[in-house]
């Protein structure tokens, strides 16, 4: 089988691998779940929070969260796509058609932000499932998206699963599926071995953005306002500013 690594932010073609026979993919519509790969050689261009694509049957999409050097091989640790969606929106209480619900929060989100950072242009949504139903929230009720998921899947029995998208044979984008929920898979081998992996210093992402959002009876801070970490250490309001980093979380 054939991994391959794509960049988080444009979605382009980074470089690839091949997997043996040693993994262990976790696949879940409800939990989000880690997945592991062991790789033995030291060249691929490949950074933390990447996707890592396994193309047979489009078995897995998920995102590079940790690479762990074992001197004689790394291990590479990714969480399936939901992951993305772990950032925190405000909710307000909705009857209707939940799908709809559902996209307009992932569209304003990663779509149509004011925040060009945080938007991926790559991210499409189909709408498979017409089930209507009420949601109920507290007033100036904060959550992620994450959280919505897994609150949609228990109570409405709905979900989402990502598709990778190719346009005349190269990647394109990946579409998100809002459907009915399905059942889990897990699926481990032995004897993996992918070559050439290049990594950054670090393991780990930081949050380098902030929202703060008014309480609806807020009399004197009516503003959304959001704070940004720069690669200095320093923090800004300034979207554009020059030392932002390239990803938002």
């Known amino acids: 089988m054939e991994l391959v690594i794509l960049d988080y932010k444009t979605f382009q073609y980074k470089d690839h691998a091949y997997i043996g026979e040693t993994f262990d993919i976790n696949l879940d519509l409800v939990i989000t779940q880690k997945s592991t790969f062991k790789v033995n050689t030291t060249k691929i261009n490949a950074s933390i929070g990447d996707y890592v694509y396994v193309k047979d049957d489009e078995l ?3 995102v590079i969260e940790n690479i762990e050097d074992e001197k ?23 009857t209707g058609v939940l799908a709809d619900f559902l996209e307009e929060m992932i569209r304003k989100t990663y779509i149509t932000n004011g925040d060009q950072v945080q938007n991926l242009s790559y991210l499409s949504i189909s709408k498979e499932t017409s089930k209507t139903g009420s949601l ?14 897994e609150l949609l899947s228990k109570t409405h029995g709905i979900n989402i699963k990502e598709e990778v998208v190719f346009e005349d044979g190269n990647f394109k984008g990946i579409l998100i ?5 399905s059942n889990g898979i897990k699926l481990k081998a032995d004897l993996l071995h992918l070559n050439d992996l290049v990594i950054n210093d670090s393991s780990k992402e930081d949050i380098n953005k902030v929202t703060y959002l008014p309480r609806k009876d807020n009399l004197f801070f009516k503003d959304t306002i959001h704070y940004y970490l720069l690669k200095d250490g320093t923090i800004t309001q300034d979207p554009n500013h020059e030392l932002r980093f390239e990803k938002s979380f």
């Open 72 to 94: 004689t091989h790394l291990i590479l640790s990714a969480v399936d796509f939901k992951q993305l969606f772990k950032i925190e929106v405000l909710v307000q209480s909705f």
């Open 177 to 181: 599926r809002i459907i009915n929920v």
């Open 60 to 62: 897995y999409l998920g």
């Open 136 to 149: 109920s929230f507290d007033d100036d009720k904060v959550m992620t998206i994450y959280e919505l998921l």
